[in-house]
């Protein structure tokens, strides 16, 4: 099974993701991490990517599109993937679907998650990452994901691991430049979801919208009840 997932930045669409991840036990393949795992190992890409990232800018396509080409047929992909935070534009777009087809994988479903600007920007603010596990979700300002509190910490839900904030998730400015990557329907990533739905249309591919305003386990009821 090959997922493609798109939402903006805070949308939840890391927490969605993870769930699918783990109903159909195939690999989660999300850019940012890799990002941010090339960072911490202190890797050329890390090194290259770094200075885009904390300005909230895409990384340039001939690092980003090669890294994730190849990742998703790396041999843990073989039963499948689910890909997060990539395409971000419609050049990323188009190299995926001449990569899908030259290497002969099929994807079999699009799903978007839609949420306003404003109230993504909210979420992003009060997400919190945990040291134990990236796909442990908790954020400060939504009840249902609320870290839990040891002293005057917060720390992780569902391990009690540390938490941290991402500094480009506390840069209202460095958020506005993503959004507004998102949100731009003529070559940002709106762009590279419609391309997709045009393909998922003409190739039978299965497409799921949720709406992403509802709390997590509103949107994963919907999510299961489409999939
Ligand atoms: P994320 O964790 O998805 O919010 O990604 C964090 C940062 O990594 C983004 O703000 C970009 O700088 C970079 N990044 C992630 N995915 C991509 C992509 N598909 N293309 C270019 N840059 C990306």
Redesign the pocket.
């Known amino acids: 099974m090959n997922i493609l997932i798109f939402g903006p930045?805070g949308s939840g669409k890391g927490t969605q993701g993870a769930i699918v991840q783990k109903k159909y036990t195939i690999n989660h393949v999300?850019?940012?991490?890799i990002?941010r795992e090339n960072i911490k190992k202190g890797t050329e890409i890390g090194k290259k990517?770094k200075e885009?990232?904390d300005r909230?800018?895409?990384?340039p396509d001939n690092i980003?599109i090669p890294m994730i080409i190849s990742r998703l047929q790396e041999a843990d992909c073989k039963n499948g993937w689910l890909l997060d935070?990539?395409?971000?534009s419609i050049e990323?777009a188009k190299a995926l679907d001449e990569a899908l087809d030259k290497a002969g994988i099929k994807l079999d479903i699009v799903i978007e998650i839609l949420l306003p600007r404003e109230i993504a920007k909210n979420r992003i603010m009060g997400r919190r990452l945990c040291a134990n596990d990236n796909n442990h979700p908790n954020n400060i300002y939504i009840d249902a994901i609320k870290p839990a509190q040891k002293g005057s910490d917060w720390v992780c839900r569902v391990c009690g691991g540390a938490l941290s904030a991402r500094s480009?998730d506390q840069d209202e400015v460095a958020i506005g430049k993503?959004h507004d990557i998102y949100y731009d329907d003529k070559t940002g990533t709106i762009a590279a979801v419609n391309y997709f739905k045009e393909v998922a249309k003409k190739k039978g591919i299965k497409i799921i919208e949720l709406d992403g305003k509802p709390g997590v386990k509103e949107v994963t009821d919907d999510l299961m009840s489409k999939i």
């Open positions: 930045n999300e850019s940012g991490v990002f990517a885009y990232i909230g800018e895409l990384v980003t935070g990539f395409p971000r990323q480009d993503r």
